[in-house]
């Protein structure tokens, strides 16, 4: 689901068609931009175990760990890049990594 | 009705400076331009302006924060000079490509080394790839005059690139003379409200400037930037004209001093024409069909008309006051003769370099230049394409 | 208000994620915390010298700012954000601006402890109304990890090598936060991302809402410059604080304020031996180095202390 966007620059753009001075009029669109093929670990939550502590939350490099009404909830794997930070931080073994892909 | 007033150059452009009225001013001082700030400065301790002042560090840091105003939002104007304007040399740049419509006062005077305070051009021509526009004044009646324009010029929604008003140190910068002020109301009027389009303050459509360019969108953010400096063209005259219905004085891209029926000529940029104006008048009164180009406008490069207005000439001496170390002439020389290449192939075209350091300039060296280019229109032959004015060999 | 981090999930964020900073990379934990300490009503302007935050955030056509954010140059995020700053209070002046704006102003420790230190000490001593925020990866990492002022006395980089002749960097870091206290502005504080990082969020806050210059240099490790195993970011900042390598104060007003005194301090071996770029300190020939960076540790420390009161 990506947010509706004022412009959307390609690279087979005409100088004419994109705003002057090099200028991103569309703040934050760089979340259109996926960065999960980046992973070679992955992060996987255990909801069982999770006690909705939040410590993993503000941790993340990538703002991928999404929380809804106070509690978090599963990784957002367009962006999570699997650097591991949220697994040592979880204080209750809530979250496993594993190799991508397997 | 105008203000008779007499003025150095250096107070005439605070006096305007004063009339814009711009939100900021970030400057730092240096020889000659330093009373530009000082006066200024003045104005804001008066509350004569209301004008944020900024005392940076240095020259780059006055760019940079010129940079970060213009970018909020705020007409942002500077002065400066010499090795201040080489200090902010990257930043000349980036203003330009990130079509910031600043407006500096450049006070010509020499580049180090070694160190010297006084004029030549080095300085502006060493900054002529930046992107800015460049105007050059041969007195402060057309500081004065310019700086004004360039305010319209600059923030010109075709245009929206920065803009240097040159004019010579201590010649210009410090000599009083006579000038016709425009009222305070008229100025205002003349400049307008600054509105730009995109601002960093602009918290309804907050914006990203100056993001990483991979070879994927570099260039055509640069063709894009070439684009604004040929509309600027255009916009320089429709600028002058408006400014002409206000004052009744007359701009182009250059002026032509009895040039009409002109047989020989000089193309020269700021005081030193004043000077030539007297030698042509000295000249003409024995008869001789002698001629001047006062070029204001460097940047953009006037390549078509500057050519054809040469072209009925038998000889012209480009006077250059700085050197670019090409062995090949100068960088007004270089430029004018690949003008004439295309529109005045049978004029010869010669190069002096003259007053670097602030070196006076003389009425009778400027004559000898003429009798040279008389003697070429005699014999048809030049005997020295790269010449030098007033230095001791 | 206490730190609560249910509470604070409810706000914005003000940074996206798609850029391309390395997996596990400190810089974005610093400036996601930063910016959530704005008020949701409040505007960011938000400058960043070159260097690995600026070109990873914003790669044309991508920014992961919401704010808005500009870029001039390598030197000059203070110079640029303080003109920003002086347009903001021009506008205001004459009723073209609506609500409040904030400067924020972050560079590496490239861009802050060196060439860009003349441009912060000039924005920092006009006194003007922004915040300056070093993400201190100690050494000039956008370009390769070369050695900076920041860097710890003997690490490894690539332009202070630990060689058979020379083992790594000579010259001890330099203390900029002591400098930026010598500049005798409103707020300074020496932070980092411990624990649920109420330190560095509250120390924000601060920096943000106290009127006038405001100077916070945050540790932000890095994985590939420090070599250490990336999952374990806030094990080595916890290291840095416990060891006191890294202490975490404040000086308002002048006055000094130590935030956190380890009860256990612990020997600063501890907070190296993870790091691959102190790893040939652990020879029998370097043993004398460690005595000297503990001896290091343990003098700034002690004055520190001295100075918070605290000795």
Redesign the interface.
């Known amino acids: 689901m990506t947010k509706e966007r004022k412009m959307n620059i390609r690279e087979d753009m005409s100088w004419r068609e994109m705003p002057q001075g090099g200028h991103i009029i569309d703040a934050g669109n760089a979340e259109d931009f996926k960065t999960g093929d980046w992973r070679s670990m992955r992060p996987v939550w255990l909801p069982d175990k999770c006690k909705q502590c939040l410590l993993c939350w503000p941790v993340c490099p990538d703002m991928a760990i999404p929380v809804e009404n106070g509690k978090r909830k599963d990784f957002d794997f367009d962006h999570c890049k699997g650097c591991g930070i949220c697994v040592e931080v979880c204080p209750f073994k809530a979250i496993d990594f594993v190799e991508e892909g397997k | 009705m105008a203000i008779k007033d007499k003025l150095s150059g250096n107070e005439a452009i605070a006096v305007a400076m004063r009339q814009i009225d711009p939100?900021?001013v970030?400057a730092f001082p240096i020889t000659p331009s330093t009373e530009v700030p000082q006066y200024f400065s003045q104005f804001v301790a008066n509350g004569q302006v209301?004008?944020?002042f900024?005392?940076?560090?240095?020259e780059?840091?006055a760019m940079?924060?010129?940079?970060?105003?213009?970018?909020?939002?705020?007409r942002?104007m500077t002065a400066t000079s010499s090795q201040g304007l080489a200090l902010m040399w990257?930043?000349l740049y980036?203003a330009a490509?990130?079509?910031?419509p600043i407006v500096m006062s450049v006070i010509n005077r020499a580049l180090s080394g070694p160190i010297n305070i006084h004029n030549d051009h080095s300085d502006s021509m060493g900054a002529r790839d930046s992107g800015w526009i460049q105007l050059y004044c041969e007195n402060n009646q057309e500081a004065y005059d310019n700086l004004i324009q360039a305010i319209r010029i600059a923030e010109h929604k075709d245009v929206?690139l920065p803009v240097m008003v040159c004019y010579d140190g201590f010649i210009t910068s410090h000599a009083v003379e006579n000038i016709e002020l425009i009222e305070d109301e008229k100025v205002k009027a003349f400049i307008g409200e600054y509105r730009p389009q995109?601002y960093?303050?602009?918290?309804d459509?907050?914006?990203?400037?100056?993001?990483?360019?991979?070879p994927?969108?570099y260039?055509?953010?640069k063709?894009?930037?070439a684009?604004?400096m040929k509309n600027a063209k255009r916009v320089i005259l429709e600028v002058a004209q408006e400014f002409e219905k206000l004052t009744g004085r007359k701009y182009g891209y250059f002026e032509e001093y009895k040039m009409e029926d002109a047989e020989v000529g000089i193309v020269i940029m700021n005081s030193t024409a004043g000077t030539a104006k007297f030698v042509v008048n000295e000249l003409r009164k024995q008869g001789i069909k002698a001629g001047l180009i006062k070029l204001r406008v460097f940047r953009p490069f006037p390549f078509e008309e500057l050519g054809k207005a040469l072209s009925h000439l038998k000889a012209v001496a480009i006077m250059d006051k700085a050197e670019s170390f090409s062995t090949a002439g100068g960088p007004l020389f270089t430029e004018v003769r690949s003008a004439m290449f295309d529109y005045a192939k049978d004029t010869k075209a010669v190069s002096y370099i003259y007053g670097l350091g602030g070196r006076d300039v003389r009425p009778d060296e400027i004559m000898s230049v003429y009798q040279d280019l008389l003697e070429i229109a005699r014999t048809g032959q030049v005997k020295s394409t790269f010449n030098y004015l007033g230095v001791r060999e | 208000m206490a730190y609560n981090l249910k509470t604070l999930t409810e706000k914005e964020e003000r940074i996206t994620g798609g850029h391309r900073m390395c997996a596990g990379c400190g810089a974005p934990i610093v400036v996601r915390t930063v910016l959530r300490a704005l008020k949701p009503e409040d505007h960011a302007v938000v400058g960043v010298a070159t260097g690995c935050l600026e070109v990873s955030t914003c790669l044309y056509p991508y920014t992961a700012w919401k704010d808005s954010f500009i870029h001039s140059a390598f030197e000059n995020a203070a110079a640029t954000v303080s003109g920003a700053e002086a347009a903001y209070r021009a506008l205001a002046k004459v009723g073209k601006v609506k609500g409040t704006t904030k400067f924020i102003a972050f560079g590496g420790d490239g861009g802050t402890y060196d060439i860009g230190f003349q441009a912060l000490s000039g924005a920092m001593e006009r006194g003007h109304d922004m915040v300056y925020v070093c993400y201190d990866n100690e050494a000039y990492m956008n370009t390769g990890i070369q050695r900076s002022s920041s860097t710890p006395k003997y690490a490894d980089t690539t332009t202070s090598p630990a060689g058979s002749e020379i083992p790594g960097k000579v010259q001890f870091k330099k203390d900029l936060t002591m400098i930026m206290a010598a500049h005798n502005i409103p707020y300074v504080a020496q932070t980092a991302p411990f624990r649920n990082l109420k330190d560095l969020y509250e120390k924000a806050e601060k920096a943000l809402y106290t009127p006038g210059p405001a100077f916070l240099n945050v540790l932000a490790p890095c994985p590939r410059g420090w070599r250490y195993n990336t999952p374990q970011l806030m094990e080595i900042v916890r290291l840095a604080i416990e060891t006191c390598v890294w202490p975490l104060y404040e000086v308002i007003e002048g006055k000094f304020i130590l935030n956190y005194k380890p009860k256990n301090k612990l020997p600063v071996v501890e907070y190296l031996k993870p790091q691959g770029r102190f790893r040939h300190l652990f020879t029998k020939e370097n043993e004398g180095l460690l005595e000297e960076i503990q001896k290091e540790v343990d003098r700034r420390w002690n004055r520190l202390l001295e100075l918070c009161g605290e000795a």
């Open positions: 939100d900021v970030a209301h004008t944020e900024v005392a940076v560090e240095s780059h840091s940079s924060a010129c940079i970060g105003a213009e970018a909020a939002g705020a942002t990257e930043m980036i490509s990130l079509r910031l929206q995109h960093l303050l602009d918290r459509n907050p914006i990203s400037m100056g993001p990483l360019d991979m994927a969108y260039f055509e953010h063709r894009a930037q684009e604004a």
